[in-house]
């Protein structure tokens, strides 16, 4: 009977993972980040779900579980469990077909024929399953990494970045910009894009991940001058490493999706460049995953629980949002769509609890109104926050999408050259 009782205990805390995964929780601060970790790592790793499950279900049974009741509701609830997240990772099988509509509706049905022979000749639209076996594996034979690289004249420990290059890398790589997230306030260059950075560079990127200065130390707009400080240094040395230093793609995921779209709608704007005023700070696209859009919250899209707001005004920008809206009017990228605006991919999750879809949804529309460049816009129905931490189906999908967007400006940028 007890073995009974363990199973249906058992059972019910596996399910209750799937759940949540399936619907995340809202509301209060601590609630909403619980729900977040759970839900993130339920739905990218569910086949890995799926087998302690089962290895659970297969001990309990064989010590007598299914004697009594108890054990077999355990067993009806493992299965329904199993189920869910069986759909889980059909959602995000999907988001191929997702990423690729995506891609069409943006660029046009034939977009892959406007990709030059040698981009087209690396990339792939099926699914590297030994990926997916063993996800915290992320290096690549092929591709080195160069460590902690100063890219400003201080002892700032924060001012580094890492590149990661094929051994063999031709000289005139595009360049890929990474910048992690965290909430502006945690995080390093080591910890988030690694899936993306190793792909793109095992297939002749020069990809470029930075560290950038933190809050509560730091104050906005600390955050982005160091982004375009790396920037600028990029430009400047990146034929050093190979690159084509006229080609760069910035991307980023939560804070750092925020980042990277001010980097992109900002380029050349002085008084967010102290000291290099003069450098050319513009990029060739940018693509943020699950960004922050709006510190301003001009559409109510978080409610009264707006979790974003309170930590803005304590540990980033330390000015209260009611006396100093202009900040964070400018601080908000779906306040800086004017002027130039470079070719963007925004790609989001539906079930993010931490950066509203609707955000994302608001910041799209007004980047067609006012672009005359592509913008890729994937949303991602079963998709949670940070979902491309480590390689799973959905990365993997995100990942080639991203490849193809990236490979197309590259040819394109390319081709206004060779006619100029």
């Given at each position: 009977?007890?073995?009974?009782?363990?199973?249906?205990?058992?059972?019910?805390?596996?399910?209750?993972?799937?759940?949540?995964?399936?619907?995340?929780?809202?509301?209060?601060?601590?609630?909403?980040?619980?729900?977040?970790?759970?839900?993130?790592?339920?739905?990218?790793?569910?086949?890995h779900h799926i087998l302690w499950q089962?290895?659970?279900?297969?001990?309990?049974?064989?010590?007598?579980?299914?004697?009594?009741?108890?054990?077999?509701?355990?067993?009806?609830?493992?299965?329904?469990?199993?189920?869910?997240?069986?759909?889980?990772?059909?959602?995000?099988?999907?988001?191929?077909?997702?990423?690729?509509?995506?891609?069409?509706?943006?660029?046009?049905?034939?977009?892959?024929?406007?990709?030059?022979?040698?981009?087209?000749?690396?990339?792939?639209?099926?699914?590297?399953?030994?990926?997916?076996?063993?996800?915290?594996?992320?290096?690549?034979?092929?591709?080195?990494?160069?460590?902690?690289?100063?890219?400003?004249?201080?002892?700032?420990?924060?001012?580094?970045?890492?590149?990661?290059?094929?051994?063999?890398?031709?000289?005139?790589?595009?360049?890929?910009?990474?910048?992690?997230?965290?909430?502006?306030?945690?995080?390093?260059?080591?910890?988030?894009?690694?899936?993306?950075?190793?792909?793109?560079?095992?297939?002749?990127?020069?990809?470029?991940?930075?560290?950038?200065?933190?809050?509560?130390?730091?104050?906005?707009?600390?955050?982005?001058?160091?982004?375009?400080?790396?920037?600028?240094?990029?430009?400047?040395?990146?034929?050093?490493?190979?690159?084509?230093?006229?080609?760069?793609v910035v991307t980023g995921g939560s804070?750092?999706?925020?980042?990277?779209?001010?980097?992109?709608?900002?380029?050349?704007?002085?008084?967010?460049?102290?000291?290099?005023?003069?450098?050319?700070?513009?990029?060739?696209?940018?693509?943020?995953?699950?960004?922050?859009?709006?510190?301003?919250?001009?559409?109510?899209?978080?409610?009264?629980?707006?979790?974003?707001?309170?930590?803005?005004?304590?540990?980033?920008?330390?000015?209260?949002?009611?006396?100093?809206?202009?900040?964070?009017?400018?601080?908000?990228?779906?306040?800086?769509?004017?002027?130039?605006?470079?070719?963007?991919?925004?790609?989001?999750?539906?079930?993010?609890?931490?950066?509203?879809?609707?955000?994302?949804?608001?910041?799209?529309?007004?980047?067609?109104?006012?672009?005359?460049?592509?913008?890729?816009?994937?949303?991602?129905?079963?998709?949670?926050?940070?979902?491309?931490?480590?390689?799973?189906?959905?990365?993997?999908?995100?990942?080639?999408?991203?490849?193809?967007?990236?490979?197309?400006?590259?040819?394109?940028?390319?081709?206004?050259?060779?006619?100029?």
């Amino acid at each position: 009977m007890l073995v009974s009782w363990l199973f249906l205990v058992v059972s019910v805390w596996g399910a209750l993972f799937t759940l949540n995964a399936l619907w995340p929780q809202r509301g209060s601060a601590v609630r909403v980040v619980l729900s977040f970790f759970n839900a993130w790592l339920t739905t990218e790793l569910a086949l890995h779900h799926i087998l302690w499950q089962a290895v659970c279900a297969v001990v309990f049974i064989r010590f007598g579980a299914m004697e009594a009741w108890p054990g077999w509701l355990g067993a009806v609830i493992t299965g329904l469990s199993w189920a869910g997240l069986a759909h889980l990772f059909y959602e995000g099988h999907r988001d191929g077909k997702v990423m690729g509509a995506a891609l069409e509706e943006a660029l046009g049905a034939d977009y892959r024929e406007g990709i030059d022979v040698e981009h087209r000749r690396h990339m792939r639209r099926s699914v590297e399953w030994r990926r997916l076996i063993w996800p915290f594996r992320q290096g690549r034979r092929d591709v080195i990494r160069l460590r902690d690289i100063p890219y400003a004249d201080t002892v700032h420990p924060r001012h580094r970045l890492d590149i990661y290059k094929r051994r063999d890398l031709a000289p005139g790589a595009p360049i890929l910009l990474q910048i992690h997230g965290g909430a502006w306030m945690i995080g390093d260059k080591s910890q988030q894009g690694l899936p993306l950075m190793y792909h793109l560079a095992e297939r002749g990127w020069l990809c470029i991940a930075i560290n950038y200065s933190l809050s509560p130390r730091a104050t906005w707009p600390d955050h982005l001058i160091d982004c375009k400080r790396a920037l600028a240094w990029i430009r400047e040395h990146g034929e050093e490493y190979d690159g084509d230093a006229d080609f760069i793609v910035v991307t980023g995921g939560s804070a750092g999706g925020h980042l990277a779209a001010m980097v992109g709608l900002t380029a050349g704007d002085a008084s967010l460049q102290p000291g290099f005023e003069e450098a050319d700070t513009s990029v060739a696209g940018f693509i943020p995953f699950y960004g922050v859009f709006d510190w301003t919250d001009r559409h109510d899209v978080r409610g009264d629980n707006d979790n974003l707001r309170s930590r803005l005004e304590r540990f980033i920008v330390k000015l209260p949002r009611d006396d100093h809206g202009d900040v964070y009017d400018r601080a908000s990228p779906m306040s800086r769509i004017e002027g130039d605006i470079p070719p963007a991919m925004v790609i989001h999750g539906r079930k993010d609890n931490l950066a509203p879809v609707e955000e994302a949804r608001q910041f799209v529309e007004q980047l067609r109104e006012a672009s005359d460049e592509p913008v890729v816009y994937a949303e991602f129905a079963g998709a949670h926050h940070a979902f491309d931490v480590f390689p799973s189906v959905r990365t993997l999908h995100a990942i080639h999408g991203v490849e193809a967007f990236a490979a197309w400006l590259s040819t394109h940028r390319r081709y206004r050259r060779s006619s100029r």
